[in-house]
């Protein structure tokens, strides 16, 4: 039976991408070596961290003064690298969901932290506007898709000091102004590549202004010096990472995909909101395109497990909520294909009609 991964992360990956890694796993470019046993400085893969790095700046369109880094460490890293780098005296935080709070957490160690906006009291259903982002912060964080919650910031704000963004389960989802922004950063096993890898875009002349020392392998600057090989970097998953962008170019691009994305996403949020048994969990402006939570309706709670299960018998992975929205979450990632989400669509419609 063919199986529908709707896992929230790590996550879904294009099937040629999981194809051309194991390709390379056994024999990579035809050198009879595999990609497992090479040097990391050797031609070969020196290559492809580079063609990685100028399909970064090519998908993304980021401007000149910036550099990709593909580091360890996941996204949890870069929640203590930020303030590590950037907090002299104070930050301000938005905080959208738990990743968004476990980010905040970690400045604290670093000195004085606003938190300018939450939605926690609402359990994170929704983004909050009106905020004012302190002008003697020395940045401002957001997370702008709050993966557990299945929440989105659609558009890129403006921000009056260094604007950070945890951009783990959206980046590559949609075209983003990235002169807006300090660093974007984010684990690459939602939308890229497998787990053991990060990506961190950053504006270079937003470093040297913090008077701590900050250890070397944690400090942007020796990464920008020597091009993300300071040490190992995690070599299978950056070449899964290229093959990833390799894939997205060939489709089209960023605004291509948007584009499925949003269809992708109306599809569902259409089925869920006209069906009797379901309801969506976010306030519709603030819905992502790439994580959609929803829970049965009060008066169908008794069903909840057995549609998990129904689900399940047909093929859908990965769709059980997070613990702390409950009910269910559908993960619908670039590689996602529409048939897959109309698949649980289907499987919807027809557990419906059996009670
Ligand atoms: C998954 C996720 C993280 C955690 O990533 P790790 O690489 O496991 O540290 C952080 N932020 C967001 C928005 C995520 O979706």
Same mark, same amino acid.
């Given at each position: 039976m063919k199986k529908h991964n709707f896992s929230a992360g790590p996550s879904i990956l294009a099937h040629e991408v999981i194809e051309k890694t194991a390709q390379a796993v056994l024999d990579f470019n035809g050198s009879g070596l595999s990609i497992l046993e090479i040097s990391h400085r050797s031609k070969d893969f020196e290559a492809v961290i580079e063609e990685a790095r100028q399909l970064f700046i090519e998908l993304l369109e980021i401007p000149e003064g910036y550099s990709v880094l593909f580091l360890g460490g996941g996204a949890s890293m870069q929640f203590c690298m930020v303030p590590f780098n950037l907090m002299e005296k104070k930050a301000a935080y938005l905080t959208t969901g738990v990743w968004a709070s476990k980010a905040m957490k970690e400045a604290k160690g670093f000195g004085e932290v606003v938190e300018v906006a939450s939605s926690k009291d609402a359990n994170y259903t929704f983004i909050p506007k009106d905020f004012v982002i302190p002008t003697d912060a020395d940045y401002f964080h957001i997370t702008t898709n709050n993966t557990i919650y299945g929440t989105e910031l659609h558009t890129d704000l403006d921000s009056p000091v260094p604007l950070i963004a945890d951009m783990s389960s959206d980046i590559f989802s949609r075209p983003i102004d990235i002169s807006k922004y300090g660093i974007i950063y984010g684990g690459a096993q939602k939308n890229l590549a497998p787990a053991g890898?990060?990506?961190?875009?950053?504006k270079n002349d937003i470093l040297g202004k913090v008077s701590r020392y900050i250890p070397t392998m944690l400090n942007y600057q020796t990464h920008i010096n020597e091009a993300s090989m300071f040490n190992t970097p995690p070599v299978l998953p950056i070449y899964s990472a290229l093959e990833t962008l390799r894939w997205m170019k060939a489709n089209g691009g960023v605004a291509e995909l948007n584009k499925r994305n949003i269809v992708k996403a109306e599809l569902l949020y259409n089925a869920i909101d006209n069906s009797k048994m379901f309801? %969506?969990?976010?306030? =519709?402006?603030?819905?992502?395109?790439?994580?959609?939570?929803?829970?049965? +309706?009060?008066?169908? =709670?008794?069903?909840?497990?057995?549609?998990? =299960?129904?689900?399940?018998?047909? %093929?859908?992975? %990965?769709? =059980? %909520?997070?613990?702390?929205?409950?009910?269910?979450?559908?993960? !619908?990632?670039?590689?996602?294909?529409?048939?897959?989400?109309?698949?649980? !669509?289907?499987?919807?419609?027809?557990?419906? +009609?059996?009670?």
């Open positions: 890898l990060a990506f961190v875009i950053i309801v %969506g969990t976010a306030v =519709k402006e603030d819905r992502s395109i790439m994580n959609v939570c929803f829970v049965m +309706k009060p008066e169908y =709670k008794e069903f909840e497990s057995e549609f998990l =299960k129904f689900a399940t018998a047909a %093929g859908m992975d %990965g769709i =059980k %909520g997070h613990r702390s929205v409950g009910g269910y979450r559908a993960s !619908i990632y670039n590689a996602m294909p529409i048939e897959s989400v109309q698949a649980l !669509i289907d499987c919807m419609n027809e557990f419906e +009609k059996q009670h």
